[in-house]
């Protein structure tokens, strides 16, 4: 079942600016070992994370440090959760989340499907 969806994309050049305005931001929203990639990778982990917190509905609780993005040896990406983000996942029922990410002509764009057995609403029973 899918529990949520989410996209985000970011304009490379626009998110590279930004970064060197406000160079800090690289700790407050990437893992050491993000930090080392190109720019344009980093605009679409940037984006992956955005649309991640869309698709749980809202960054209650989420904090962007315990989001990585690793990939694969096959370069297939997906989310290294810890902390209380990975606990909120968990709480809104989610077992598996597919993550894909792709950056060309200046932009980055990122797709998340949350899937797994959503939680009952507040004060209701699951059949």
């Known amino acids: 079942m899918i529990v949520g969806i989410g996209v985000d994309l970011v304009d490379i050049a626009r998110f590279e600016r930004t970064i060197d305005r406000t160079p ?5 929203l990437f893992s050491p070992a993000e930090r080392q990639l ?3 990778s980093l605009a679409a982990r940037y984006a992956a994370k955005e649309a991640l917190i869309k698709a749980l509905g809202g960054s209650d609780g ?3 440090t315990d ?3 690793a990939s694969e040896v096959s370069g297939r990406p997906w989310f290294a959760l810890s902390g209380t ?3 909120v996942v968990a709480a809104r029922g989610i077992a598996t989340l597919h993550l894909t990410m792709s950056h060309d002509a200046g932009f980055a764009i990122a797709y998340v499907v949350a899937d797994g057995a959503a939680p009952p609403p507040s004060g209701e029973e699951i059949p």
Do not use: F, G, N, Q
Request: zero cysteines; aromatic letters at 6%.
């Open 24 to 28: 800090r931001l690289l700790e407050r």
């Open 38 to 40: 190109k720019p344009r």
């Open 62 to 64: 989420v904090h962007w």
């Open 67 to 69: 989001i990585e993005v």
């Open 85 to 87: 983000t990975a606990d």
